[in-house]
DNA sequence: CCGCAGATATATCGTTTTGATATATCTATT
DNA sequence: AATAGATATATCAAAACGATATATCTGCGG
């Protein structure tokens, strides 16, 4: 791989299963994925253009049905074997960032009530999100048995579990900031 | 705030307890506050100079005992003011970024043994910071009646609960994944 | 006491990514 | 027929990363 551009790969991973548009990929990306990776069009298109170029994607079907251009983008062998390249590499950057965990760490210059508040939105985010977790979940069982989907299953449940932890560690700190005189 | 970086929030969130030189805030950020957020000499320099520039900070004692320049940054009113708006804002972007997972949801490419050793992998990487956090804490319980140190205590415990939850799920995932057939 | 490795300290630069915006067409609804 | 919302591509300024350059200070072994 000749550029060091963590959304090349994603874009890849999506186009080893089918053929998509830019626009296919963003909406691939806030679906299912989106609770463990993010995007945006300023680095998919780009990202594109380039593996264009060098030859690990290639356009399908630019289709004109009418007259609106839709662009297909189809993976190519060096794509595919970039790909595995990179599955093969026993490296993971999971990077973190929890602004949350942020303004309760620098709680100290506000009172305890604003540390409070920012608990609860908190927790008001991650159950909305871990609502949407349990139904893809749910989606899955149904079709457990096939066998590409075992990867997917995985990372939902990991999402869960995690949303889980946050969950009960908000009960925890709720308790020990009330508890607490100011 | 003029601009829309998360970096000059850190830095103002450091400065509000002590005077810092930018060396010193890259120490803090990769110290105790690492698992939930990161910041590099790139971003940190160019924010300094900028907030100096627009009265958020202010140099203090460019010390110069010998021969070396060392320039320690103190907090301004408007600086705290600043702080102070941002933990008063009832939201917070959290954005996660596992690779590990990615690597996982694109299982289907390669083999189960590739997934498997992506999973182990990740699992060394969280037992060591767990090990890290877990002295934190020790460390944290002695000191635990001082006012200020239940923020901190809280941000630790958070990084251990979610560590535990991920190693409960490298257990399942490493069962579910070798129970199955190729 | 000299050498030298490693920590301290500031700074910049190219690359990547974000988030917002612009533009235009297609589709379903009222 | 109007129009709101989804589809689709693309670009740009701003933010952050990660690597590198430079130089000094400190402690340790030979």
């Not at 993010?38 to 380039?50: E, H, M, T, V």
């Not at 993976?75 to 999971?94: C, F, P, R, S, Y």
Request: include cysteine; proline fraction near 1%; glycine fraction near 10%.
């Amino acid at each position: 791989m000749a550029k060091d551009r963590k959304i090349d790969l994603v874009i890849l991973g999506l186009l080893f299963h089918e053929d998509l548009t830019g626009y296919d990929i963003k909406k691939r990306i806030d679906g299912g994925i989106s609770f463990f990776w993010k995007g945006s069009f300023g680095s998919i298109y780009p990202a594109l253009a380039d593996m264009e170029k060098s030859g690990y994607v290639e356009k399908r079907g630019v289709q004109t049905k009418g007259r609106r251009e839709k662009i297909l983008y189809h993976i190519t062998d060096k794509g595919i074997d970039a790909l595995k390249e990179w599955l093969n590499v026993e490296q993971a950057a999971n990077d973190l960032k929890y602004e949350t965990m942020l303004k309760l760490y620098f709680g100290g210059a506000q009172d305890k009530g604003t540390a409070l508040k920012n608990i609860r939105y908190f927790e008001d985010q991650v159950k909305s999100d871990l609502a949407v977790l349990r139904v893809y979940q749910e989606n899955l069982k149904k079709v457990m048995d096939q066998k590409d989907h075992i990867y997917y299953y995985l990372t939902v449940t990991f999402g869960i579990d995690t949303y889980e932890a946050y969950l009960k560690w908000c009960g925890r700190a709720k308790k020990i900031l009330g508890g607490m005189e100011e």
